[in-house]
Structures are given as structure tokens and as C-alpha cells.
């Protein structure tokens, strides 16, 4: 008896097809040839509120909310700039979800959040202060710290963590 009588299926030889995706991080280096020596310096370190809000108050210039992360290398240097969501008149929609993606392929050590109110007041609103809340523990379960959240307003911002509500 051989093992082909005991086993006859075994003798035949078939082949499957599986098919799955496979996900790759694309990255792509932005050239820009207008002189914005003033507006983005390269290796600055972002040390206090008050520079983030100098880099990013061209937003209100913009007239619907738009919704940023400033991704940061461990010694605070921008690394990349997401612009996650612009919104409506006073609204944008933001998912730790969508934030937290690109922060990762960036392998950004910390972010900084950053958004516009377009009617100047940078008071925040009860969706700032619980998209922060929820943003500071996502970050923190995946390593990435969430160091501020400013609120650009008309000429003047408000930074959560100067404001002690993060």
C-alpha cells in the first residue's frame, strides 16, 4: 500500500490564488519657490505659543476654519505640516483618526494643534475643548505627544496649555 492509495488527494497538486492589499507610505517633498524666509525658518524649534501663533496668523486670513497639526521631531523641529480639515464658517471636523495617521507615517515624536476661528475670537469652543481632550489620549496611547493647542484669533490667540487646559 502506498501513501497515494491511503491519501489520494494529497497526490494532486493545486494552487490558489489570494489576493490582499498591501499599504505603502508614499511621501512627497513640496518645493516652494516664493521666499518665505520669515514665515517657516529650517531646524526651528517651537519652544513657546507665541511662535507658533507668529507661523500660522496668516490663517485668519482664510475665511472658513481650517484645522492643522504642526508634526515635530524630538527636539521640536517641524518635520510636516497636515492640513487635517477645513471646515465651514465656525466649524471643522477633526478625528483622532485622521490626525493621528499622517503623524505616524511622519514618525513625528510630538504634534502641535493648530486652527483658526474665522470670527477672530479665539475662545474655545465645547468641540475644541473635547476634540483636544480626546486628541491629548489618543496621542498618548500611541506615544505622540500632543504638546499645545492654539486657537488663532484676530490679532491675538489662546494656547491651552498657557491657559492650563491641557
Same mark, same amino acid.
Given at each position: =500500500?502506498?501513501? &497515494?492509495?491511503?491519501?489520494?488527494?494529497?497526490?494532486?497538486?493545486?494552487? !490558489?490564488t489570494i489576493?490582499? @492589499? #498591501?499599504?505603502?507610505?508614499?511621501?512627497?517633498?513640496?518645493? /516652494?519657490?516664493?521666499?518665505?524666509?520669515?514665515?517657516?525658518q529650517?531646524? #526651528?524649534?517651537?519652544?513657546?505659543?507665541? #511662535? %507658533?501663533y507668529? *507661523?500660522? !496668523?496668516?490663517? =485668519?486670513?482664510?475665511? !472658513?476654519e481650517?484645522f492643522?497639526?504642526?508634526?515635530?521631531?524630538? @527636539?521640536?523641529?517641524?518635520?510636516?505640516l497636515?492640513? /487635517?480639515?477645513?471646515?465651514?464658517?465656525? #466649524?471643522?471636523? /477633526? +478625528?483622532?483618526?485622521?490626525?493621528? !495617521? *499622517?503623524?505616524?507615517?511622519?514618525?513625528?515624536?510630538?504634534i502641535?494643534? /493648530?486652527?483658526? +476661528?474665522?470670527?477672530? &475670537?479665539?475662545t474655545?469652543?465645547?468641540e475644541?475643548? $473635547?476634540?483636544?481632550?480626546?486628541? @491629548?489620549?489618543?496621542?498618548?496611547?500611541?506615544?505622540? @505627544?500632543?504638546?499645545? +493647542?492654539?486657537?488663532?484669533?484676530?490679532?491675538?490667540?489662546? $494656547?491651552? %496649555?498657557?491657559?492650563?487646559?491641557l
Amino acid at each position: =500500500m502506498t501513501l &497515494d492509495t491511503l491519501f489520494p488527494d494529497c497526490t494532486t497538486t493545486r494552487t !490558489k490564488t489570494i489576493r490582499f @492589499k #498591501q499599504i505603502r507610505a508614499i511621501y512627497e517633498t513640496l518645493h /516652494v519657490s516664493e521666499p518665505i524666509t520669515t514665515y517657516l525658518q529650517p531646524n #526651528q524649534r517651537y519652544t513657546a505659543p507665541a #511662535q %507658533v501663533y507668529e *507661523t500660522f !496668523k496668516f490663517l =485668519m486670513r482664510e475665511t !472658513k476654519e481650517m484645522f492643522l497639526t504642526a508634526h515635530l521631531d524630538g @527636539k521640536n523641529r517641524l518635520i510636516t505640516l497636515d492640513l /487635517v480639515s477645513i471646515g465651514s464658517l465656525n #466649524q471643522s471636523i /477633526v +478625528h483622532p483618526r485622521e490626525v493621528f !495617521k *499622517t503623524a505616524l507615517l511622519s514618525n513625528a515624536a510630538a504634534i502641535i494643534l /493648530v486652527h483658526q +476661528h474665522p470670527t477672530g &475670537d479665539p475662545t474655545p469652543s465645547s468641540e475644541d475643548l $473635547s476634540i483636544t481632550r480626546r486628541l @491629548k489620549e489618543a496621542g498618548e496611547i500611541m506615544g505622540i @505627544k500632543v504638546l499645545d +493647542h492654539i486657537i488663532i484669533g484676530d490679532g491675538e490667540y489662546l $494656547s491651552f %496649555v498657557e491657559r492650563g487646559l491641557l
